[in-house]
């Protein structure tokens, strides 16, 4: 039963992850900002959170998830969640720059389907709740995993 989880995990890991990395890939080519960088410049520290708020607002990722894929804490999640709304209350141009062109690339990597936006939250979400394996586990299948595909 474990062997049968694990492929189980792998399987939806390697689409979920993939397409994580390439919406930041995506987001970067567009705006030269890598989002995975672990810096605290304002214009990639925005960019991420928009991702974050996005992930939580339209997609419904539960903070836990968000954390998961972006390597970040929950409550890291949590707090760009409320920047991003009080940024856009107050109609910060930035902000709202960057919230439209995130809906560009997440337009660009999952097409009109709604069904492949849906599918990616939720396979996510059964990855990280059902795996019964550890976070790092998890992460370090990924990264195997992602080592073959781009080989």
Known sequence: KKMNE???VSRLGIVTKANYNQLIKVYQMRTGIDVSQKTRIASVVTARQC????LRQKYKMKYSVI???SEKNHAT???ANNNVKSLLEIR????L???EEWASVFKAVFGNSKVARETFVIEIDKLVRTSGLSK???NNLLAMKAEE???
């Not at 910060?92 to 902000?95: E, G, L």
């Open 6 to 8: 694990l492929k189980e």
């Open 92 to 95: 910060d141009t930035y902000t």
């Open 51 to 54: 991702l974050f708020f996005i």
């Open 77 to 79: 999640v949590i707090h």
């Open 97 to 99: 720059n960057s919230i």
């Open 67 to 69: 954390g998961w894929l």
């Open 136 to 138: 790092e586990q998890v």
């Open 149 to 151: 595909v781009l080989e």
